[in-house]
């Protein structure tokens, strides 16, 4: 086959017009892209419900060698838990914690012993079932404690842990505090899924006339 070379003239507005279709094209194309790009997914981040330890007492100025009960109460709102650890400070010059029944012989210098749950938390209106744990340490004015819910069981809302009973024993105020502090895995906590979910506390003074 003989390929023909002619010396025809080269019609370059012919060229030009074809070339600015071509860029336009691209520019088609590109638009196009970009109009209908996927856009990044977005990471929706789970919202932290407050979870509240407080306490209450029964009345809030008491008569020396007087009795007042204080209770331990929850509030989770709609967030599941399963059980909770509480340490509570006090001062104990000014306050002796009591058995919950006078059935219970009232034992004398409570320096720090692992108490018998049942003679010195009242569990009767608490959301909880099983209480394997209580430390008071008169020394120092702590009362550590656990309470669980049934296995398999999930708790949530707002309710009593459990109550203790303090005697006074010196006038003045003093202060029942809830040990926490944020990200600490030594103090109180509500446990959920392996996790504390515990975010906030609040205690309860006393005035001893």
Same mark, same amino acid.
């Given at each position: 086959?003989?390929?023909?070379?002619?010396?025809?003239?080269?019609?370059?507005?012919?060229?030009?017009?074809? +070339? !600015? %279709?071509?860029?336009?094209?691209?520019?088609?194309?590109?638009?196009? %892209?970009?109009?209908?790009?996927? +856009?990044?997914?977005?990471? @929706?981040?789970?919202?932290?419900? =407050?979870?509240?330890?407080?306490?209450?007492? #029964?009345?809030?100025?008491?008569?020396?060698?007087?009795?007042?009960?204080?209770?331990?109460?929850?509030?989770? !709102?709609?967030?599941?838990?399963?059980?909770?650890?509480?340490?509570?400070?006090? #001062? =104990?010059?000014? !306050?002796?914690?009591?058995? /919950?029944?006078?059935?219970?012989?009232?034992?004398?210098?409570?320096?720090?012993?692992?108490?018998?749950?049942?003679?010195?938390? #009242?569990?009767?209106?608490? %959301?909880?079932?099983? &209480? =394997?744990?209580?430390?008071?340490?008169? !020394?120092?004015?702590?009362?550590? &404690?656990?309470?669980?819910?049934? =296995?398999?069981?999930? /708790?949530?809302?707002?309710?009593?842990? +459990?109550?203790?009973? %303090?005697? +006074?024993?010196?006038?003045?105020?003093?202060?029942? #505090?809830?040990?926490?502090?944020?990200?600490?895995?030594?103090?109180?906590?509500?446990?959920? @899924?392996?996790?504390?979910?515990?975010?906030? /506390?609040?205690?309860?003074?006393?005035?001893?006339?």
């Amino acid at each position: 086959m003989m390929f023909k070379i002619t010396n025809e003239p080269t019609n370059w507005r012919y060229l030009g017009i074809v +070339a !600015l %279709f071509g860029i336009a094209a691209a520019g088609l194309i590109v638009y196009s %892209f970009k109009k209908y790009e996927i +856009a990044e997914p977005v990471i @929706m981040k789970k919202e932290i419900k =407050p979870v509240y330890l407080s306490l209450s007492a #029964d009345k809030a100025s008491i008569n020396l060698n007087e009795l007042v009960k204080v209770t331990v109460l929850l509030d989770s !709102l709609s967030e599941k838990n399963v059980g909770t650890d509480v340490i509570l400070n006090y #001062d =104990p010059e000014f !306050l002796e914690i009591q058995p /919950v029944s006078s059935a219970v012989k009232t034992k004398k210098q409570i320096k720090d012993e692992v108490l018998e749950p049942k003679n010195y938390l #009242d569990t009767t209106a608490s %959301f909880f079932n099983i &209480f =394997p744990y209580l430390r008071v340490n008169n !020394l120092v004015g702590s009362i550590i &404690f656990s309470a669980l819910a049934n =296995p398999s069981e999930e /708790v949530s809302g707002k309710g009593s842990v +459990a109550t203790l009973i %303090f005697k +006074a024993i010196k006038k003045g105020n003093v202060k029942i #505090d809830i040990s926490f502090k944020s990200g600490s895995s030594v103090d109180s906590n509500v446990a959920y @899924m392996g996790r504390d979910i515990l975010t906030g /506390v609040s205690g309860v003074e006393l005035n001893i006339k």
